[in-house]
């Protein structure tokens, strides 16, 4: 089972980028699917988050009305597009699948994920913006 994100580069402040995260090895359609981030000495946060379905999503809220998280089910992605970047955004950007049932919730600028089950993590892909 695997999780490779696709997409990243480095593009200047304004600029956009699409990250694509393709699944193998099974079957996400009944997954949540998130997208994270870590950037160099900082903790990890849940960038955008899509349920089961595609039709609730979660957004932190640096990233509300800038970036946009989609699903395909029947190719097994999970898409992030990121418009008007930031350098702030600079990041090395992974998703995730959580198992059915998987319940988001947002605590201020932060997200916690509670699941029972089998999580999968992939690598990431790096989103570099200057300034």
């Known amino acids: 089972v695997q999780l490779q994100a696709s997409g990243g580069g480095l593009v200047q402040t304004g600029g956009s980028l699409r990250l694509s995260c393709a699944a193998s090895g099974r079957t996400f359609s009944n997954y949540v699917m998130g997208w994270f981030r870590q950037a160099p000495g900082m903790n990890s946060e849940v960038v955008a988050a899509?349920?089961?379905?595609?039709?609730?999503?979660y957004y932190t809220r640096s990233a509300k009305g800038r970036f946009t998280i989609s699903r395909d089910i029947a190719k097994n992605t999970v898409d992030l597009q990121m418009n008007n970047l930031k350098p702030e955004d600079t990041a090395n950007y992974y998703c995730a699948a959580f198992p059915p049932g998987t319940v988001v919730t947002a605590k201020g600028s932060q997200a916690t994920l509670t699941y029972s089950g089998m999580d999968y993590w992939g690598k990431g892909t790096q989103v570099t913006v200057s300034s």
């Open positions: 899509i349920n089961e379905s595609g039709d609730t999503t």
